[in-house]
């Protein structure tokens, strides 16, 4: 089916980065439990509370050629172990498409890699944009203890999510903090 849209718009909040138009989608602890390296350190954690990661709008836009998917991403403060809060992270499944982040709000990085192995992480801060290729897998990452990561998301509608080589490989790098700061390591579990 090829639906057109009418024209349309939507309020985001730059302060929380929510709509009061459309509900966003959560993902809590217990749907990404052992995407956190430490897993243990996670299932302590599910045992006594199952906090909110993060929240992102799905605006319901066809996927279809020549629309254009976005929407804000809020990732809340907070870390498993030394690992920051972050999104699952994944690649699209058309590999060849491209997506624009822009920061509203807080302090972290867009991490990504490719499937040969290249990676990168830029840095996100209000008023950034971090363009991500086509062909890298990419996840959002909070490194401030008290604020979320705000960001605004547009890519092409027809791209599709593959989140199964991430969910079982990883990421070959993760942002962890150490001595009170972020720094990139090696993931130990990706293989
Ligand atoms: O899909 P995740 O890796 O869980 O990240 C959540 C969301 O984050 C971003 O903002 C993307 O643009 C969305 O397409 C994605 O679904
Ligand atoms: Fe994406």
Redesign the pocket.
């Known amino acids: 089916m090829n639906e057109i849209l009418r024209p349309f718009d939507i309020d985001f909040d730059l302060t929380t980065g929510l709509s009061r138009l459309k509900k966003a ?1 959560k ?1 809590y602890l217990s749907n ?1 439990a052992d995407m956190f390296y430490d897993t243990e350190k996670a299932g302590d954690i599910l045992k006594n509370e199952d906090p909110l990661i ?1 929240e ?3 605006m319901g836009i066809p996927e279809t050629v020549g629309d254009i ?1 976005f ?3 809020i990732v809340y403060p907070g870390k498993i172990g030394n690992e920051y809060f972050m ?4 690649f699209h499944t058309v590999l060849e498409t491209a ?1 624009v ?1 822009f920061c509203i709000k807080g302090k972290g990085y867009m991490l990504m890699e490719t499937p040969e192995g290249q990676w990168d992480a830029q840095e996100f801060a209000p008023g950034k944009a971090v363009y991500v290729p086509k062909r890298w897998a ?3 990452i909070n490194v401030s203890p008290t604020e979320p990561l705000i ?1 605004f ?3 092409r509608a027809d791209a599709g ?1 593959d ?1 199964g080589t ?1 969910e079982t490989k990883g990421f070959r790098k993760l942002i962890v903090e150490k001595d009170g700061r972020p720094v990139v390591i090696d993931n130990p579990r990706w293989s």
């Open positions: 989608s993902r990404m993060y992102f709008y799905e998917a929407g804000t991403s999104t699952k992270g994944h997506e982040y990419h996840r959002s960001t998301f547009a890519f999510h989140y991430i």
